[in-house]
């Protein structure tokens, strides 16, 4: 079984400050970890991923991911927040003992005021 | 360039009415998804592929049917569109074994049942 949770609907943050996502996974197995970003009237987009490795993952536009084992948590991260930053983000997690897709979180919509 | 692509973009149909809405990835990809995501930005697995004439019902329940008779190719189906059906419908491929892998998203069809 596999599960993720996004805590907040939305984020609010000011141009130049640095902006957090949060996501927490629950999964039987090792965890499969994925960050996405939708843009109105289009698909989901890559950000990064965490397989094995190094804790934190840097990904596109900047952003980077934290995992935290003990805290089963795997939070979006960018040192300083621009306008076009703004859209709907997307936690996913893989590895589950017979799953055969990723699970996706119910989205955060992150919004950057100038 | 390998791409992943669905058409139509946008389509408003009458109750009753057939619909099938495509999908093509040129990356070779075996697995492929159909999710449908709801105006409340969760997405759901209706439907995967592992390969060819290898099809399987996802998370939610629908009442489309898909197929895949090409690598490439892999329509959803709406054999009588209702109200209930309006949603976007978001097609994905991967190229490992799906349970694990980056899923690659197409733009979506906006789909609008009167």
């Known amino acids: 079984a596999q599960s993720v949770a996004q805590p907040e609907d939305q984020v609010n943050v000011a141009e130049g400050n640095p902006l957090t996502v949060k996501c927490t996974y629950s999964?039987?197995?090792?965890?499969?970890l994925f960050w996405y970003v939708q843009y109105p009237n289009r698909g989901l987009q890559f950000l990064l991923k965490?397989?094995?490795?190094?804790?934190l993952v840097k990904g596109s536009y900047g952003f980077e991911a934290e995992f935290n084992k003990s805290q089963t948590s795997f939070h979006l991260k960018k040192p300083s927040a621009l306008v076009s930053d703004s859209a709907l983000y997307f936690c996913?997690?893989?590895?589950?003992?017979?799953?055969?897709?990723?699970?996706f979180g119910s989205g955060t919509r992150l919004q950057v005021q100038p | 360039e390998a791409d992943i692509y669905q058409t139509p973009r946008y389509l408003v149909i009458g109750t009753g009415k057939k619909i099938t809405l495509e999908c093509s990835q040129t990356m070779g990809h075996d697995k492929m998804y159909w999710y449908q995501q709801d105006p409340g930005m969760e997405l759901h697995l209706i439907h995967y592929?592992?390969?060819?004439?290898?099809?399987e019902k996802g998370d939610l329940s629908s009442e489309s049917t898909v197929s895949r008779i090409r690598t490439e190719h892999f329509p959803l189906t709406l054999e009588s569109a209702r109200p209930s059906h309006t949603s976007q419908y978001l097609c994905a491929s991967s190229l490992g074994t799906g349970g694990t892998d980056t899923q690659y998203f197409g733009p979506g069809t906006r789909l609008t049942v009167l």
């Open positions: 999964v039987s197995g090792n965890p499969y």
């Open positions: 965490y397989i094995t490795g190094d804790n």
């Open positions: 592929s592992y390969g060819v004439n290898s099809t």
């Open positions: 996913a997690v893989g590895g589950g003992t017979g799953r055969r897709a990723l699970t």
